[in-house]
């Protein structure tokens, strides 16, 4: 995949097709320890920007209907981002939302609280990534809309799933996973070139530990 396509497929553009709640599951065949969920009615999150930075080591548990994955926040170098994330986890942003973008060999990306690709958390956090980050398997970042500056992110987030993304370093770093990888792949088997996933695959919450 070119790197204009790569970029492309970040874009917070309106996808077809993942709104409204109450829809079933589609016929596609689901992973194994995959369950057939319906999408979640969208919702709507306006919240104050956090005023607390956390601290320490940090570990978020991101529960879907594939299974669980463990993501390590890079605290030490982007602590903006993970105190964001980390409120915003335990606001219950993150609760009955999708992974409204899939793309095999690339990225799953959730984090929508419309499940539109368009929505957000009712602000914006800047904190300009590493210039050496490389998006390599298994790096949770934040995705933007290619008008904003480097760095910029809301709620919606992404994980690498190939050996390398080929992006720029202009994604918010957020950290990286520790455990449940397979997890995450099993979700990318509902991707599609696209974006769309074949099936609904649902955050049911994410949950934070931190020292």
Not at 26 to 42: H, I, K, N, Y
Not at 89 to 94: E, V
Not at 149 to 155: A, E, I, L, Q
Request: with cysteine; net charge neutral; aromatic share 6%.
């Amino acid at each position: 995949m070119g790197r204009t396509a790569i970029a492309a497929s970040l874009l917070l553009v309106l996808m077809a097709g993942c709104g409204g709640g109450g829809e079933q599951s589609t016929s596609a065949a689901l992973p194994a320890a995959c369950s057939a969920v319906s999408t979640p009615a969208p919702k709507q999150v306006h919240l104050a920007r956090p005023t607390e930075t956390i601290h320490g080591r940090a570990t978020a548990t991101v529960e879907t209907s594939c299974g669980s994955f463990k993501i390590a926040l890079d605290v030490a170098r982007a602590p903006k981002t993970t105190s964001s994330f980390a409120y915003l986890a335990r606001q219950g942003a993150y609760d009955d939302t999708l992974f409204h973008r899939i793309v095999p060999g690339f990225v799953i990306q959730g984090g929508d609280p419309t499940g539109t690709g368009t929505g957000g958390p009712g602000y914006f956090v800047d904190e300009p990534p590493p210039q050496d980050l490389s998006y390599t398997r298994g790096i949770v970042a934040m995705a933007k809309s290619p008008v904003e500056p480097p760095g910029r992110s809301g709620s919606q987030f992404f994980v690498v799933t190939q050996a390398d993304a080929g992006l720029t370093p202009d994604y918010a770093l957020l950290g990286h996973v520790t455990s449940g990888l397979d997890v995450v792949q099993r979700i990318e088997q509902l991707g599609s070139p696209s974006g769309k996933p074949k099936a609904p695959v649902v955050i049911r919450r994410v949950t934070i530990q931190d020292s």
